[in-house]
């Protein structure tokens, strides 16, 4: 497992007003935190782990492989940085996760007959509906 100290220490802030309405208050303090995390500078992660890193959180990277999150959803920086940094651990154990390989199985012979028997009889039902043939 990847030990969550070490990554937060790789994680660099930075701390922008944040957008929207808010009068005085958001005018002077910045409490919105934007978070950066580099995948390939990390000395945590090992290279498969870069790897499917890469690979899943592609649209959520920049060309450099950094990515980015944001959250301004509280007024108290520390609040924002708590939650960016829980938003950032629960999206690379997401990312790492490994799925399961799907195996194929073979359909059972009652169910096709099942099937085959259903499509039957809705045929025979749609033809009972005909108009006779009276040539």
Do not use: W
Not at 90 to 100: P, T
């Amino acid at each position: 497992m990847i030990d969550n100290a070490q990554l937060i220490s790789e994680l660099s802030f930075k701390a922008v007003r944040s957008s929207g309405a808010g009068g005085q208050h958001l005018n002077k303090v910045a409490s919105k935190v934007e978070l950066s995390f580099s995948i390939l500078e990390s000395s945590v992660l090992n290279d498969n782990q870069k790897e499917r890193l890469i690979t899943k959180l592609q649209s959520r990277l920049t060309k450099n492989q950094v990515l980015l999150l944001q959250c301004g959803e509280s007024r108290s920086q520390h609040k924002n940085k708590e939650l960016v940094i829980s938003r950032f651990l629960y999206i690379l154990k997401e990312g790492l996760k490994v799925s399961k390989q799907r195996r194929t199985t073979k359909i059972p012979k009652s169910a096709i007959k099942k099937r085959l028997k259903s499509k039957r009889l809705v045929s025979e039902r749609k033809t009972s509906r005909r108009k006779p043939n009276l040539d």
